[in-house]
């Protein structure tokens, strides 16, 4: 196996021969350059596997390295050196295909972690076509294949991301996938949920705490950042983080350590950020709602998930990967769509996006018959849904009733009537549901209408 060719670009004598002797202890070969001409004379005329650069270089800065790299070497991991406390330069060496910084002085552990993380890189890039096909995104339409063309890109940096797009639209999983990607794929990806976590309890979730630090604290706690260490920390919707708590992330972002509530000591800690939400955060921001520096800190580089509106050319492709994932989870084949339901799928807003499609679907599966999915099944809600002279499943819809818990109801009825009808005898029930008695099953459990002490074979009615 060849060594890793560094190339270190640094104006300073001293800061480049100690980059240099801490390149050779990790058996790496390294190659120094002194000014940004030479630099570039180097990148030319040879093939390296990562380079560090000094932000000032004396005839020129490392943002113009970075560019010419980028032209040059674009499968080449770069990473750069700044003063300390200078973000505003650090984000846009990012923004240009930087894929971290190390602020002034220079500390030996981290700089050791920048190039195994820059050296991962270029080892994943190598073989970025193997496996994970289980992860990637659905759809072929053009706003699909330009996100996928930009996660490619992005799993490459570690720079932080924010990843907008409305509810329902996929953003954790082009999270997961951006991880999945990238040098961190071996290491943990942690994904939580900022607005589920009662505000008292935030500090403690994020860093950890010690055992009898505060009531109920009856053992130790990692926190979520220490979980993630290694890897991916995925915070989902940011935005509902309260100010107290943005201005204790900044500083776990920036200074790259925790401290546990209840202990003395930081903790450092090394992990990508990825954040999404499905507010505007710039209005969040404007509104005095969201810290601007912490928004400039995560929105580094932006990743729009499209919402399925905007891609109906995707909509068979993902009907056929629900029901296919439908079907092994319950252990049956999954039913084939009519034309005219597949149409109407294809004209329908879905504001729920790909989660909608998926609680559609999975309805649709449990209420069909002859293992065939006809329009009736899917119980789309009509335009003006609520309005005077309606008819369908949809009439009276009650306007502030959230759409999942509507058709959820829906699919409840459904299924109670043909119970009630078999007197609860749930093998004739799924029979007459034209589903097997394992599927209904799985939605009596889920709709919490289970009655296992009941005989299946209506003895007891």
Not at 58 to 63: A, Q, S
Not at 179 to 184: F, I, N, T
């Amino acid at each position: 196996m060849n060594t890793p060719r560094v190339l270190v670009v640094d104006d300073e004598a001293d800061l480049r021969e100690l980059l240099v002797i801490t390149l050779g202890r990790m058996k790496l070969d390294a190659t120094a350059a002194a000014s940004l001409d030479e630099g570039r004379r180097l990148l030319d005329g040879g093939a390296f596997d990562l380079c560090l650069t000094d932000m000032n270089l004396g005839d020129g800065t490392g943002l113009e390295l970075i560019r010419h790299a980028a032209a040059r070497a674009p499968r080449m991991p770069v990473a750069v050196i700044t003063a300390y406390g200078n973000m505003e330069v650090a984000t846009e060496a990012m923004k240009l295909g930087a894929y971290d910084f190390i602020a002034k002085p220079v500390a030996l552990d981290r700089l050791r972690q920048l190039i195994e993380d820059g050296l991962g890189i270029s080892r994943a890039a190598d073989d970025e076509e193997s496996g994970q096909g289980e992860d990637r995104l659905i759809g072929q339409g053009p706003a699909m294949r330009s996100l996928k063309e930009q996660i490619r890109k992005l799993a490459r940096s570690q720079a932080p991301i924010y990843i907008s797009g409305e509810s329902g639209s996929g953003k954790e999983r082009v999270a997961r996938l951006i991880h999945a990607l990238g040098p961190r794929r071996e290491k943990p990806f942690v994904a939580v949920n900022c607005g589920a976590i009662p505000s008292e309890l935030m500090e403690s979730e994020f860093f950890g705490h010690r055992k009898g630090s505060f009531t109920g604290a009856v053992e130790d706690r990692k926190g979520l950042f220490r979980e993630a260490d290694g890897g991916t920390l995925f915070l989902d919707e940011v935005a509902d983080l309260p100010l107290h708590m943005q201005v204790k992330l900044l500083r776990a972002i920036q200074e790259k350590t925790v401290r546990p509530v209840g202990e003395s000591r930081e903790v450092a800690v090394n992990l990508r950020i990825l954040c999404a939400t499905h507010r505007d955060l710039g209005a969040e921001m404007t509104a005095g709602r969201f810290r601007q520096d912490l928004y400039y800190r995560l929105n580094v580089i932006e990743a729009h998930v499209p919402p399925l509106r905007e891609r109906p050319e995707d909509v068979p492709a993902l009907v056929e990967h629900v029901l296919k994932r439908l079907g092994e989870a319950w252990e049956t084949s999954p039913p084939a769509v009519s034309d005219a339901a597949m149409a109407a799928l294809a004209d329908y807003d879905f504001p729920g996006n790909v989660r909608e499609l998926e609680n559609i679907l999975e309805r649709a599966m449990t209420l069909c018959e002859d293992q065939r999915i006809e329009p009736e099944h899917l119980h789309l809600p009509a335009a003006g849904a609520g309005g005077a002279g309606e008819t369908g499943p949809v009439a009276g819809r009650h306007p502030q009733l959230p759409l999942e818990e509507y058709l959820q109801e829906i699919e409840k009825q459904e299924i109670l009537r043909a119970l009630d009808a078999t007197h609860w005898n749930r093998t004739a029930a799924a029979k007459k549901l034209g589903m097997t008695f394992r599927s209904l099953r799985y939605r009596l459990k889920k709709l919490e209408l289970d009655q296992d002490d009941e005989a299946d074979d209506g003895s007891n009615a």
